[in-house]
T-cell receptor
Framework: DQQVKQNSPSLSVQEGRISILNCDYT??????FLWYKKYPAEGPTFLIS?????DKNEDGRFTVFLNKSAKHLSLHIVPSQPGDSAVYFC????????????FGSGTQLTVLP | SAVISQKPSRDICQRGTSLTIQCQVD?????MFWYRQQPGQSLTLIAT?????????ESGFVIDKFPISRPNLTFSTLTVSNMSPEDSSIYLC??????????FGQGTRLTVV
């Protein structure tokens, strides 16, 4: 049973436009959410996170939105750049879990020049 | 942040053999984690390795197959034992400090033939 779901395996966006990556979760105990970016042959690198007490967190071109009632979060990248092309993983941590991450299956973002 | 070095970065192994993956961190850290990413899949937690105690394995993973050592606060090893082609994956070491995001090594790409 997947507790963190990314239903879109891939997304293509034109350079300069907005990229929206979506993530749904089922475990109500999750209270911290993270987005990671992964290039081939590299480990995931942290992008941005959000605590369950917030509904929005912004860092430069990256904004994460959290809708707790819908158990849904999204990552917005604007403007998108070709260097943003990578696999994006949504991850969640539940309180008391010793900071173990539960990952979604990932979305391959391709930003077209 | 943390700098995590994993060795080897990739290997091709014969079935029935074992491979030990090393993870070195540039600072002392309490919590270390080992993840697996099978082809086309998400990252799945294998075990949590805290210094001074036995590793804690997730459902579906056992110590006989994936023995872990954690001799000090900057180093850990994961052994993939009696390998079969189904063990072909990327294995990732991760560390987490309290109240921060997790950092990942670059991963070890294992192919079992």
């Amino acid at each position: 049973d997947q507790q963190v779901k990314q239903n879109s395996p891939s997304l293509s966006v034109q350079e300069g436009r907005i990229s929206i990556l979506n993530c749904d979760y089922t475990n109500s105990m999750f209270d911290y959410f993270l987005w990671y970016k992964k290039y081939p042959a590299e480990g995931p690198t942290f992008l941005i996170s959000i605590s369950s007490i917030k509904d929005k967190n912004e860092d430069g071109r990256f904004t994460v939105f959290l809708n707790k009632s819908a158990k849904h979060l999204s990552l917005h990248i604007v403007p998108s750049q070709p260097g943003d092309s990578a696999v994006y993983f949504c991850a969640a941590i539940s309180s008391g879990s010793a900071r173990q991450l539960t990952f979604g299956s990932g979305t391959q973002l391709t930003v077209l020049p | 942040s943390a700098v995590i070095s994993q060795k080897p970065s990739r290997d091709i192994c014969q079935r029935g053999t074992s491979l030990t993956i090393q993870c070195q961190v540039d600072s002392q850290v309490t919590m270390m984690f080992w993840y697996r990413q099978q082809p086309g899949q998400s990252l799945t937690l294998i075990a949590t390795a805290n210094q001074g105690s036995e590793a804690t394995y997730e459902s579906g993973f056992v110590i006989d197959k994936f023995p872990i050592s954690r001799p000090n606060l900057t180093f850990s090893t994961l052994t993939v034992s009696n390998m079969s082609p189904e063990d072909s994956s990327i294995y990732l070491c991760s560390v987490s400090y309290m109240d921060t995001e997790a950092f990942f090594g670059q991963g070890t790409r294992l192919t079992v033939v």
